[in-house]
């Protein structure tokens, strides 16, 4: 008797478990394209003062239909579209963002901002610093940033070391979908001015997103890089789209017995220098990988950091850089292959540096 009573109790103990028991949901899949989507969307909602302009961003959904479905949702006021003159628009949007609004201005690519670059040094990064802290400039300047595919030299350019270059700018530097959505949160959050460089290859392409990251509340911090992989042997240090080609170059190693950390830059500007420090005294060993040229780039100011910091010391070889090549982009897809850096790269810089 008392051996069912016992059985009994355990039954309805482990269906008790069974029912308060709450399984992990699913991470769900979304595209950079969609997370970028979802952030305006929630922070127009949030806030009054946000309203995006730039070419065809309103009836036509946007060029690479990021702001998809925001013109019907908001309007013409709050999603406008303009003629094709960076240096008026960007100049209306910092005008705003001086009169108390919060504008998004979308570059169609980030090689056009050529056109608006006085509005984007000279007005909206230095006037916190001319006024003495008494006008600020809440504004975001996104779109795609760096080498395409097939559009040549005027249309592949990466402005990370351009723009990372200012002060008075935060620059930021997204590789997947949590980043793209958590980062531009934040950036439009932000009451400094945030130069937000996408990538138009990386636009359709689907990551994992935890529930967390789907909240209303997701922000991620600006100057704050991310681990994305642990390793003891090497750092290989990347933004945007090269995160993922160090990801798929570590794989490849670790195959071969060596074993990466790598780090997702996330900002460029400010540089989460502490974060690479310490996994270079954990690793004694740098690469840098990006997509821009050689002279003056997101590497070498990572090299030159680490050179002039406490982790200088741990290095057992010198930092190596994976970089594109220092030409203007040729248009013939072979070439085009050659001038950015591709896996085979990293793997052979990663032996070069640890001399195998």
Known sequence: CWRLSAFLQNAVSALRRREFHRSVPAAVQVTVRDALNQAMDEELERDERVFLLGEEVAQYDGAYKVSRGLWKKYGDKRIIDTPITEMGFAGIAVGAAMAGLRPICEFMTFNFSMQAIDQVINSAAKTYYMSAGLQSVPIVFRGPNGASAGVAAQHSQCFAAWYGHCPG????????????????????????????????????????????????????????????????????????????????????????????????????????????????????????????????????????????????????????????????????????????????????????????
């Open 169 to 356: 700018l935060k620059v930021v530097s997204p590789w997947n979908a949590e980043d793209a959505r958590g980062l531009l949160k934040s950036a439009i959050r932000d009451d400094n001015p945030v130069v937000f460089l996408e990538n138009e290859l990386m636009y359709g392409v689907p990551f994992e997103m935890s529930e967390e990251s789907q909240s209303k509340d997701f922000t991620l911090p600006i100057g704050k890089a991310k681990v994305e992989r642990q390793g003891t042997q090497v750092t290989l240090v990347s933004h945007s789209r090269y995160v993922g080609h160090c990801l798929d170059a570590a794989a490849v190693l670790a195959k071969e017995g060596i074993d990466c950390e790598v780090i997702n830059l996330r900002t460029i500007r400010p540089l989460d220098v502490d974060c690479i420090e310490t996994s270079v005294m954990k690793t004694n060993h740098l690469v840098t990988v990006e997509g821009g040229w050689p002279q003056f780039g997101v590497g070498a100011e990572i090299c030159a950091r680490i050179m002039e910091g406490p982790a200088f010391n741990y290095l057992d070889a010198p930092a190596t850089r994976v970089t594109g090549v220092d030409i203007p982009m040729p248009y013939a897809k072979i070439l085009e292959d050659n001038s950015l850096p591709q896996i085979k790269d990293i793997i052979f810089s990663v032996k070069k540096t640890l001399n195998i």
